[in-house]
């Protein structure tokens, strides 16, 4: 209980861990031609934004860092992003906990 130095390996482990995290757009939101390159490594589809997110945290919470990445290849005016996982939309407030 006294320990003021952060916790213990295993805490920081839980406490620090990331999940790696693959977000695209979806077909029908593309609007730019040739599509622009895939972010950080070249996979089977375009528009792929790949992310550590906290272990412990809110997919909202990573909206300023993608949303940037996807702007220039929306349609005008779009400003909602939404997450989803094989068409099912996937809720706000549960935790990205792998």
Known sequence: MGDKGGG???????????????????DSEVTTLPPPPPALVALFFYFVYL???PRIGYLPL???QIKPFFSSSLPPGVDTVWFEYNGLP????????A
């Open 51 to 53: 992310i550590l997110a």
């Open 62 to 64: 990573l909206v300023p």
């Open 90 to 97: 996937l809720k706000w407030y549960v935790l990205c906990i």
């Open 8 to 26: 213990t390996e295993a805490q920081q482990y839980v406490w620090g861990g990331a999940i790696p995290l693959q977000i695209h757009l979806h």
